[in-house]
């Protein structure tokens, strides 16, 4: 699993910089898609997997976009940022 995340990575990482809208919403999607895909991985001896990928790769793409997508000194400036 690790390494398919980071083979994805300079795939990832310039779609996240350039349009995060797409990059999260497609990963929620397969997030969303995740118990049925997880059936078609193989397992051993007919059991699924003990883990589910499709559900990891949601929290690898919320740690790309929160260090491709910094927050403004605009917000920290902000009312809502001294709450």
Do not use: C
């Amino acid at each position: 699993m690790y390494s398919v995340f980071a083979l994805a990575v300079p795939v990832i990482v310039p779609l996240a910089q350039r349009k995060p809208i797409i990059a999260m919403f497609g990963s929620l999607l397969l997030w969303l898609a995740s118990m049925p895909l997880l059936q078609l991985l193989p397992g051993i001896y007919g059991e699924t997997w003990s883990f589910n990928p499709f559900a990891w790769q949601l929290m690898f793409m919320t740690g790309i976009l929160v260090r491709t997508q910094p927050i403004s000194d605009e917000f920290h400036a902000g009312k809502l940022a001294a709450g």
